[in-house]
């Protein structure tokens, strides 16, 4: 008896989880064909104008601070004075 309570109930879980399987199959087709078109466009960062405008000002700056030495008005002269005794 318990036997046939078992296969039953196995029969009965075959059919619901095949039908489920059934209608969520069905809710997957669409009867409208849709396409959807993506361009990509992907530039370099070295065509941007931006890039040269602020790679030529650090480079200004660059060489402006290379090439201007040390122009200050003001020379300090330090000198310094040695006495040696001699106490002989």
Same mark, same amino acid.
């Given at each position: 008896?318990?036997?046939?309570?078992q296969s039953?109930?196995?029969?009965?879980?075959?059919?619901?989880? !095949? !039908?489920?399987?059934?209608?969520?199959?069905?809710?997957?087709?669409? /009867?409208? @064909?849709?396409?959807?078109? $993506?361009?990509?466009?992907?530039?370099?960062?070295?065509?941007?104008?931006?890039?040269?405008? &602020? !790679?030529?000002?650090?480079f200004i700056?660059?060489?402006?601070?290379?090439?201007? !030495?040390? @122009?200050? /008005? $003001?020379?300090? &002269?330090?000198? /310094?004075?040695?006495? &040696?005794?001699?106490? /002989?």
């Amino acid at each position: 008896m318990k036997k046939i309570i078992q296969s039953k109930l196995l029969l009965f879980f075959t059919f619901f989880l !095949g !039908g489920m399987q059934f209608f969520s199959q069905a809710q997957d087709t669409t /009867s409208t @064909n849709v396409t959807k078109t $993506t361009t990509t466009t992907t530039t370099t960062w070295y065509t941007e104008p931006w890039v040269w405008v &602020v !790679g030529a000002a650090i480079f200004i700056i660059i060489l402006v601070l290379i090439f201007r !030495g040390n @122009n200050s /008005s $003001t020379k300090e &002269v330090s000198r /310094s004075t040695t006495i &040696v005794r001699d106490d /002989s």
